[in-house]
Nanobody, 127 residues
Framework: VQLVESGGGLVQAGGSLRLSCAAS????????IGWFRQAPGKEREGISC????????YYADSVQGRFTISSDNAKNTVYLQMNSLKPEDTAVYYC?????????????????????WGKGTLVTVSS
């Protein structure tokens, strides 16, 4: 099983980045793919997910209206389009997959862990 994030980098405040999460080794269509982030000295935060089974989506309040998650099932890849970036968005961004969690339960259940995790990609937003 592999989840590989890409697309991180340095961007100025107000700018945009698109993160990708390429998945392999499991039945992509059966899983919910989530995006998390962790800033230095802060707890990990689940910011968005997409349930490939029913295409339901969750966004945390902190990113609602600025970030958009999407899935290309043909490529087994989930994207996170991040617009209007702020310095407080600076963090390592991880994608993760879980077979049981769905968008409606993501906020509560994802804090206990996901089945599979990527290694993360760093996003730095300068002011």
């Amino acid at each position: 099983v592999q989840l590989v994030e890409s697309g991180g980098g340095l961007v100025q405040a107000g700018g945009s980045l698109r993160l990708s999460c390429a998945a392999s080794g499991f039945t992509f269509d059966d899983y919910t793919i989530g995006w998390f982030r962790q800033a230095p000295g802060k707890e990990r935060e689940g910011i968005s997910c997409i349930s490939n089974s029913d295409e339901s989506i969750y966004y945390a309040d902190s990113v609602q209206g600025r970030f958009t998650i999407s899935s290309d099932n043909a490529k087994n890849t989930v994207y996170l389009q991040m617009n209007s970036l702020k310095p407080e968005d600076t963090a390592v961004y991880y994608c993760a997959a879980d077979e049981s969690i769905v968008a409606a339960t993501f906020q509560d259940e994802s804090r206990y862990g996901m089945d599979y995790w990527g290694k993360g990609t760093l996003v730095t937003v300068s002011s």
